[in-house]
């Protein structure tokens, strides 16, 4: 019997010990080098200008794998979860500079401005929002000057650190301020709270002002001088322009004129000097428009490494259609979605006598008036933006163009000038504005105005032809009071599944503030919906 | 009377005159008793005026020897006739008269008969509480469950063991069903362990249930056999989906648009019943040879099998090879016993575009298939394609179902092994412990090939495209456990089992995907590599006293998908039975009944990259088609990943009560079983509060069910003689599910729940997991009908009284329930003298189905597509009349219960034929029958009907012989 319990405690042994041993296999980390985990992507000093690259790209790509593949969003078809993509369906689709042939859910609801807490393109474009802000949270966390210390980041690096967080805080500001003007009462979300399961809670629009004010005030002066800073990444005059943003619609917002703010830090931009007037607009849209000079802050595509199927491929393939040759545009796809409405259109002079460059029309087989908005060939289709370089070459790829798409450029901030000095804002004069304005229509080979039409009215109308389908009309709008009221309207305005009011009718004022997505809603029970939904 | 004395004895395998090492010898009427040591010896002293022994072996009929005058006995014991009566169960095996839990089993002879190719189908309505939904594509893969859905997101299925190595069940790519590594033919039979207290050994994996698969071995004393069994089927599509033809779509067109209508314009003047042209009548072969016996006493047996079947699908196929070895040899006194068992299976397969049956429905019959002139002839393979005024493919328009399946060529080649050896030795010295070492590898490499080729259309702009692609998947396994049986006599009967087990799971993939030139590189070269562990501790008590059994059982796991404060899990159970009575004469025969209570876990939420390391904060590098420009340089980006630190086990505590029982001489014998399975920790992909992760979802534990449910089996002989004999078996399954929290330390009423269900549109969920209903309930909106009860278009109840109806969550109601409530087995077999008639089928009852397909396409705007092209409608359209897809309201759902059978076959058996022996010759029809009234093609596709791969009705021919 000894030698059985004997033999009985040794084989106990063997086990006790290999099942120990073998515990130790519960701790892994990935064996695939393209993963890695927090702790060693920050240990790496090279890391910390690629995360920041990937807060950039969140403006552009979908995912990890272009043009679709590990996407950021989940449960959307990742190509209408661009960021781009959804601002410009949010800016454009429900005001007289688009409309969309397309039947997908969620777009002729947009296109008629009425739409509701369902609408799977604003949970769209909400859910990128809230993709940014915690990245950018993530980063700014992880790159104050104690961790870098800690981690014995080289000196030389951390001053480049210093500048990659402030943009950072710039993009965050950015989201927040999409945020602020598409939904208004938002979640906000403290930087010191990391991941985990808890629910952000509703700020008022006020303390989200105030957030994005003082964090670009608090930017301003780590980030890179105007001009200065590689193309692509943003600089102080980026910071100006979305400060002078922030206050020129402060009235929309939280109830209050910033006029005077919006005006000063519009000055800082133009007077910069970092930045002119693209001599040919139709340079500005074009494959080699990373050249120009008047882009203050762009999104970058690439045909062959920045792919997507939203921003501008999305832009570009879905405004070709009817009769219209992509290939001039520099690509294969003619998706036969998006074009614009006569209320877009009667901002030009249509007749043959029109010289006006920016009213660029592709009208052969085309009607002007729409009675079918899912027939392309009604509405003139656009061709602003094309995958063809200024010598007429296409770009690197025949679907996904080299085009960047111009977030901020010099000519909007001419025309705020005009309209901050319009609105009676000081520090500016009306002589001044006259020229900005007048500059921009030079050269497009329009008319000059003389002061007597520079006018709010003008001004708005100024704005849609100079900067149609670049995201700012719904803004533009609402600041001017004309995105919900009956006295200005555009065809399918308000209009009805039956088709009762094609040439448009005054909507509900809640439609000034998008609603909070129904699935948002239903995760975090503390939010509020906005009124009216 | 005799005085209280001696007996020496041997007990001894009647067939191979080997001793049966641990065999039970009890003095009958008392609790006095021994058991064999390694020569199959033993000595017992016997009391006064005992009459008989009982000798009992596991495996073997259990004999009464009366006692004579002699003190020496030898007793030979037949290996059971009847294997139903012992049970296979985790770590060894069992007498069904004494477990203690809900366990089945399902021998060969009882499998179903038809055109099986994978080993789920032949126990498919044979067991209660086992759902198994019949695979429609050859070889295909099929939805098992036990006793209903417990988990949200992680795996439903069951842990599948086969021959002791347990199986990673999610299928690789280019591989149809990871079962079919084994050939039905070679199973000898399929346990299914369904409550906590027969499945706790398994702890962390057994949630869904236990199935255990063990494989035909050859018998040491067998002389050589060999035996074949081969047939010949042929699968049909037996419905379409109901769409205009021609003509009706042309006249449909000119009567919403007009004449000279852009629309009108769209039209073509062919005459095309576009899924008429993509299905086929498939052909398939089976044939198995296996061959067994014993070679100077090692037995083997060995199998080769061949499948060849094409898909109703036009161009899927599917071929297989499978090779089956098991060596069982013994040493040293019999106390070493050693089982080897390798499979292994190569298959070939075509997958056909499964785009091509949705499309095929939608596609404008007034098209043409194919197109002579020369533009279509040089550029699209001579196929119609919707082509732009360039001649280039219009955006966005559907590719032609006919040249979808054969322009594109998706084929792969598998090859699975398993190998697993296991050591089983009992100790000289101490004949009650013996030591089990199992070593089990698992190898699944598959590698395929997808091109599309240039004249597809979809594919037209790219010049066409390649893709290759392999995963392999690798799997180790070690166990050792200790099991020490000692019957104590008068204070019962201990049966000790305590282990340690070690598995790793492998996988890499690989993927390259570019156009056929090789100029344009759509998906790099990369690689994909893995793993995860998991590391168990376990042990087991059986205890009996007469009449009274209990089993204890704990098991403690580890897996490395969880943070070290969340990885180990812990896993009890505790069982008794009692029999009441057992093997008494008369209309009562036999009664045990059983109560059991135990946790089991679940881990599995997949093997993707974010379900192996959920809990780690990860960063994953971009591709380089998805870098950022910074000044002149295209920077590659890191991304962090969304994670829940605190990801934990779901853990399952299921109490079980039941009772077995014979009737009538055994001529009726059943089960009854009731069921509550309290799920906590649910892991479920919800989602995130907006900003509070990294994603907008993520995988957590959110909160808890219960799944409760009663099951009676029954089978019987009413008739049984000579000549004529008549069995049938049923079951019976009542099971109901419902969320009973959902975020933790959340009573809020606000809290909708976790939507799920995606159906056609951008981001459109038809369900619901909501506190209160079951799981993944229809969440809709109530359509309001006119007087004659017709559906009113954009109609529906204002459930929240905001003064709109049909507008936000807050008018959506909680609907009816996917899941079925009743489901029900039958099987029957009538015997008259050689000719045998089976038949098995199955029922479900209160399931409902939202028809995707009348949703999608029972509207009017779904004729005109996003560019210049139309669609074909569903002919239910002309009933609803929808000007608009109304996708959310609760007149799409409808009930799909039903009945089908599933095989029914009639055989005819030769004794002896031509020398060769056992020859029996066989027809079946599989799926001859389904009575249902739900309209689409089929009740089984379970919650949301798109477009689905049809399921056929099979005619099979078949022969078996032995030599």
Known sequence: ?533 | MVAQRTISGTVKDADTQEPLIGANILVVGTSTGTTTDINGAFQLDVPEGATALEVSYTGYTTKEVALTASNLIAVALSAGEDLDEILVIGYGEIKKEDATGAIQSVTSKDFNQGAITSAQDLVAGKIAGVNITPSTDPGGGAGITVRGLSSLRASNAPLIVIDGVPLETNNNGGSRNFLNIVNPNDIETFTVLKDASASAIYGSRASGGVILITTKKGKGSDKFRLNYNGNVSMNQVTRRIDVFDADEFRQLVLNKYGEGSVEASYLGDANTDWQSLIYQNAIGTDHNVNFSGGVKGLPYRASVGYTNKEGVLKTEKFERTTLALNLNPKFFDNTLQVNISSKAMFTRNRFADRGAVGTAVGFDPTQPVFADDSLSQAKYGGYFAYQNPQGNPLSLAPTNPVAMLNLRNDASNVQKYIINGSVDYRFPFLPELRANLNLGYDYFYGEGEVTASEQLAYAVEDTGSITNYWNSNENRLLEFYLNYVKDYGNLGKVDFMAGYSWQNFFFNNYSFSRNLTGNEVFSPEETFPREYYLVSLYSRLNYTWNDLLVTLTLRRDGSSRFSEQARWGLFPSAAAAYKVFDGRKGNFNSLKVRVGYGVTGQQDIGNGFSDLYPYLPLYDASQPNAQYQFGNQFVTTLRPRGYDANIQWEETATLNAGIDFGLLDNRIIGSLDYYLKNTNNLLNEIDVAAGSNFTNRIVTNVGSMTNSGVELSLQATPISNDRFSWEIGGNATYEQNEITQLIANTLDTNYLGVFTGGISGINNNIQIHSVGHPLATFFVYEQLYDDNGNPIEGAYSDLDGDGQGGVGNGDRYHSRNPNARWFFGINTRLTYDNWELSMSGRARVGNYIYNNIWSDRANYNALRGNTAFLSNLHREVLNIGFEQPQLLSDLYLQNGSFFRMDYITLSYFFPELGGVKNVKVFATVQNPITITNYPGLDPEVGGIDGSVYPRSRAFLIGLSGSL
């Not at chain 1, 008022?204 to 001088?225: G, R, W």
């Not at chain 1, 901002?347 to 908005?373: C, H």
């Open chain 1, 1 to 533: 019997m000894n030698k059985a319990y004997c033999t009985l405690a040794v084989l106990l042994g063997i086990v006790l010990l290999t099942a120990t041993s073998c515990f130790n296999d519960l701790d892994i980390v990935p064996i695939d080098e393209d993963f890695n985990t927090s702790e060693a992507v920050y240990r790496d000093p090279a890391s910390y200008r690629q995360v920041l690259a990937k807060l950039y790209a969140g403006l552009a790509v979908t995912g990890q794998q272009g043009p679709a593949g590990q996407g950021d969003i989940v449960g959307l078809d990742e190509g209408f979860s661009s960021y781009l993509r959804n601002l410009w369906n949010m800016q454009e689709l429900p005001t007289e500079e688009a409309i969309c042939a397309w039947n997908d859910q969620g777009i002729p609801e947009l296109n008629r401005a009425f739409f509701d807490s369902n609408n799977p393109l604003i949970a769209g474009m909400y859910a990128r929002i809230y993709f940014q802000i915690p990245l950018t949270n993530e980063y700014i966390r992880e790159t104050t000057d104690e961790k870098l210390n800690f981690r014995e980041i080289p000196a030389d690096i951390q001053a480049d650190v210093r500048i990659f967080r402030a943009e950072a805080r710039f993009l965050r500001a950015l989201s927040y301020w999409h945020g602020l003007d598409l939904f208004r009462n938002i979640p906000f979300i403290e930087e010191a709270r990391g991941v985990g399961a808890y629910f952000p809670e509703q700020a008022t629009p006020q303390e989200t002002f105030a957030f994005i004010e003082s964090e670009l005030k608090a930017i301003e002066n780590l980030l890179v001088a105007p001009g200065q800073n590689e193309y692509g990444r943003a600089d102080q005059a980026a910071a100006w322009m979305l400060l002078a943003k922030l206050y020129l619609n402060a009235e929309v917002y939280i109830g209050e004129s910033r006029i005077n703010e919006s005006l000063e830090y519009i000055k800082k931009v133009i007077d910069s000097g970092a930045f002119s007037l693209e001599p040919n607009y139709e340079h500005l849209f074009l494959a080699d428009n990373h050249n120009s000079a008047e882009i203050i802050f762009p999104v970058t595509f690439h045909g062959r490494n920045t792919q997507t199927w939203g921003g501008m491929t999305f832009l570009i393939n879905s405004s070709n259609g009817g009769s219209m040759v992509p290939a001039d545009r520099g690509v294969n796809g003619a998706w036969g979605g998006n074009r614009v409405t006569a209320g877009l259109v009667m901002k030009f002079d249509t007749s043959a006598a029109n010289t006006d460059e920016r009213a660029m029309f592709y009208t052969a087989g085309q009607t002007l008036a729409i009675t079918n908005p899912r027939t392309f060939t009604e509405g003139w289709a656009i061709t602003k933006f094309s995958n063809l370089d200024q010598a007429g070459n296409p770009g690197s790829d025949n679907t996904h163009p080299d085009t960047d798409f111009p977030m901020f450029r010099l000519a909007d901030a001419y025309l705020m000038y005009a309209e901050a000095v319009l609105r009676g804002a000081t520090g500016g004069d009306q002589a001044t504005a006259l020229g900005y304005i007048n500059a921009l229509r030079q050269r497009a080979n329009a008319t000059s105005i003389t002061a007597g039409d520079l006018t709010l009215d003008f001004i708005l109308d100024e704005r849609a032809r100079e900067l149609f389908w670049e995201c700012h009309r719904r803004t533009d709008l609402i600041r001017f009071g004309k995105f919900t009221s009956g006295d200005y309207v555009w065809p399918h305005k308000g209009n009805t599944v039956a088709n009762e009011f094609p040439e448009g009718r005054a909507i509900d004022e809640k439609f000034r503030i998008l609603p909070l997505p129904s699935n948002d809603l239903a995760a975090n029970p503390t939010l509020v919906q906005n009124p009216g939904y």
